[in-house]
T-cell receptor, first 112, second 112 residues
Framework: NAGVTQTPKFRVLKTGQSMTLLCAQD?????MYWYRQDPGMGLRLIHY???????AKGEVPDGYNVSRLKKQNFLLGLESAAPSQTSVYFC???????????FGPGTRLTVL | SQELEQSPQSLIVQEGKNLTINCTSS?????LYWYKQKYGEGLIFLMM?????EEKSHEKITAKLDEKKQQSSLHITASQPSHAGIYLC????????????FGKGTRLSVIA
């Protein structure tokens, strides 16, 4: 089992560019989450999904969109990147709620 | 909404010394999760506590849950350089499909 994987690991964008972060899990988990981690702010939930075809807003959803077309994949999109979106993004999944969440290795995004 | 406060925010200890990290919730704790994050990496699940008074140990790390105080503590005995990293607590916020709420983390450094 690969667990939770994230693609890419690093990315540099210019302001206004768009990109999609991919999260994949092979544990047949129902729940998937996207967080951002910033110094002094801890982990903040962006969006999450409670099952295939569903998404919900978290604490900081503005500027991001998500899709869960397949159970194993959860995509995070930035339509028009801003410097404030420079962060480390983590994806996580869990079988049920509440339950142990398994995290991916993170994507370090810099927006210039 | 539930908030988790971790103390201390950072900690520097000498190798071999014991230490304790606290996680205090603003609301009743229904489940408490401890994670460790090595610098630049994803979060690794350590332990989950669900019942008041529950105590779990993994190698030299022990976690306890005090429901009355709405608090959990993480104790490391005879710290080693491998214990260095960021420790985060996460709590079951209860209600619907709400994901875990995380504290901002405690940064631990272990020096020789």
């Amino acid at each position: 089992n690969a667990g939770v994987t994230q693609t890419p690991k690093f990315r540099v964008l210019k302001t206004g560019q768009s990109m999609t972060l991919l999260c994949a899990q092979d544990m047949n988990h129902e729940y998937m989450y996207w967080y951002r981690q910033d110094p002094g702010m801890g982990l903040r939930l962006i969006h999450y999904s409670v099952g295939e075809g569903t998404t919900a807003k978290g604490e900081v959803p503005d500027g991001y969109n998500v899709s869960r077309l397949k159970k194993q994949n959860f995509l995070l999109g930035l339509e028009s990147a801003a410097p404030s979106q420079t962060s480390v993004y983590f994806c996580a999944s869990s079988y049920i709620r509440p339950d142990t969440q398994y995290f991916g290795p993170g994507t370090r995004l810099t927006v210039l | 909404s539930q908030e988790l406060e971790q103390s201390p925010q950072s900690l520097i200890v000498q190798e071999g010394k014991n230490l304790t990290i606290n996680c205090t919730s603003s609301k009743t704790l229904y489940g408490l999760y401890w994670y460790k994050q090595k610098y630049g990496e994803g979060l690794i699940f350590l332990m989950m506590l669900q019942k008041g008074g529950e105590e779990k140990s993994h190698e030299k790390i022990t976690a306890k849950l005090d429901e009355k105080k709405q608090q959990s503590s993480l104790h490391i005995t005879a710290s080693q350089p491998s214990h260095a990293g960021i420790y985060l607590c996460g709590a079951d916020a209860r209600g619907g499909n709400t994901p875990l709420v995380f504290g901002k983390g405690t940064r631990l450094s272990v020096i020789a």
